[in-house]
């Protein structure tokens, strides 16, 4: 019975990232705008896509760069040169 509840979870996972990717390659837009526009589009409250984000590594850190580039959040140490 666990195999039914953690199957739609990644479906819902793997749905939003590909909408996600897909604003972003036909609009030619950030993916923290593309989160924001799907909120919009669907009627969701950006606070509740904060779980489907923290569970897309790739999607979290592009965000994250840019709101440090943006000066939204207080950036965070890295390599010389990365």
Known sequence: ????????????LSLFQAEIDELVWELDITPMEAVI??????????????????????LKAS????????????KSARLPGL
């Open 1 to 12: 019975m666990e195999e039914t509840t953690i199957a739609p979870a990644l479906d819902t």
């Open 37 to 58: 526009l799907y909120c919009e589009t669907k009627n969701v409250e950006i606070e509740s896509v904060g779980a489907l984000v923290k569970k897309l590594p790739v």
């Open 63 to 74: 965000i994250a760069e840019e709101a440090e580039s943006l000066n939204f959040m207080k």
